[in-house]
């Protein structure tokens, strides 16, 4: 296990060479991966509208063993650059582990940009998680213990659904105990111009006058401040898409607040993990860091 320090913070970096994996292969792509069939120990309830408009739709996700007291939730976000991808599309690689964990998961559809500009997807995220929310006593859902987490544009809306203000006017706030975000750009603007461009943020934030504004306005980066919930990051190192350093400088800024952020590194990670980075890395952190934050109980 080798450590990364920045300026005023140390990251793990933890190496990759692990011992042999034995168990199921559980997960795959990211983004736009084949629906498959659900586990038996798995009930679903598809196609729940948190919104009138056709897209903000979800499915929630329940075990069926082990079902007595409250249950964590998780609200699931999928990634597409804002532009693609869907609520079924990440169901094995995010719901099942948490599924497995005893959580109901809420994996949500939101409208994209060929639909609706940015910040139609932030408000979505935010109608989302206050309907999860409200309807949490209908799946057993603890509404103290609910997460929200998302991959690449998934989890910069993880982010901004924990962290948008009210006064930012971007839709209702709620609070949430956790926050699990893979790869999201916190800073938006850099995606617009400069070394970092990415087409597909030209493509959800509106060209005009107000650009830059808007940008600023969803950025995750602004709204740091002090008693934030917890924030698990995941990030490559040498990530060709969402710059590594954007969520360097976001833990570094969340930690300076007195938030609990955690990051962990993946040396040599692109935009995206394999199967043995998930299971054998990533998630066993991730259910650590959630147990350490009172989210996950027990053993």
Same mark, same amino acid.
């Given at each position: 296990m080798a450590m990364l320090r920045a300026p005023g913070i140390a990251f793990l970096l933890l190496s990759l060479a692990m011992p042999a994996f034995t168990g199921s292969r559980l997960f795959g792509a990211q983004v736009g991966e084949t629906p498959f069939t659900l586990p038996d120990w798995v009930s679903a309830e598809p196609d729940l509208s948190y919104g009138a408009a056709a897209e903000q739709k979800a499915d929630v996700y329940k075990p069926t063993r082990g079902t007595e007291g409250k249950r964590p939730g998780l609200l699931l976000i999928h990634g597409g650059g804002w532009k693609d991808g869907s609520r *079924? &599309?990440?169901?094995?690689?995010?719901? !099942?582990?948490? %599924?497995?964990?005893?959580?109901?998961?809420?994996?949500?559809?939101?409208?994209?940009? $060929?639909?609706?500009?940015?910040?139609?997807?932030?408000? /979505?995220?935010?109608?989302? %998680?206050? =309907?999860?929310?409200?309807?949490?006593?209908? =799946?057993?859902? /603890?509404?103290?213990? !609910?997460?929200?987490?998302?991959?690449?544009?998934?989890?910069?809306?993880?982010?901004?659904?924990?962290?948008?203000?009210?006064?930012?006017?971007?839709?209702?706030?709620?609070?949430?105990?956790?926050?699990?975000?893979?790869?999201?750009? &916190?800073?938006? $603007?850099?995606?617009?111009? $400069?070394?970092?461009?990415?087409?597909?943020?030209?493509? =959800? !934030?509106?060209? $005009?006058?107000?650009?830059?504004?808007?940008?600023?306005?969803?950025?995750?980066? !602004?709204?740091?401040? *002090?008693? %934030?919930?917890?924030?698990?990051?995941?990030?490559?190192? /040498?990530?060709?898409?969402?710059?590594?350093?954007?969520?360097? *400088? %976001?833990?570094?800024?969340?930690?300076?607040?007195?938030?609990?952020?955690?990051?962990i590194s993946i040396p040599g990670g692109k935009h995206g993990f394999d199967d043995r980075t998930w299971n054998e890395v990533i998630y066993p952190q991730v259910f650590e860091f959630l147990r350490r934050v009172g989210v996950l109980r027990g053993s």
């Open positions: *079924k &599309s990440v169901v094995r690689v995010y719901a !099942i582990p948490f %599924l497995r964990e005893g959580f109901v998961v809420a994996s949500i559809d939101y409208r994209l940009s $060929g639909t609706a500009k940015a910040p139609a997807a932030v408000t /979505d995220a935010l109608e989302a %998680l206050k =309907w999860f929310k409200n309807e949490a006593r209908r =799946w057993n859902v /603890d509404t103290k213990r !609910i997460v929200v987490m998302g991959g690449s544009a998934g989890g910069h809306l993880a982010l901004m659904a924990a962290f948008a203000t009210k006064s930012a006017k971007l839709g209702p706030t709620s609070d949430v105990a956790a926050v699990v975000n893979v790869f999201g750009p &916190s800073d938006l $603007g850099e995606l617009l111009s $400069g070394p970092h461009r990415q087409p597909v943020a030209e493509e =959800w !934030i509106p060209d $005009g006058p107000q650009r830059r504004e808007i940008a600023r306005a969803v950025s995750p980066i !602004i709204y740091v401040r *002090k008693g %934030l919930p917890p924030v698990k990051s995941i990030h490559g190192t /040498d990530d060709p898409t969402v710059p590594y350093a954007q969520t360097v *400088k %976001l833990t570094r800024e969340l930690r300076a607040r007195g938030v609990d952020a955690e990051l």
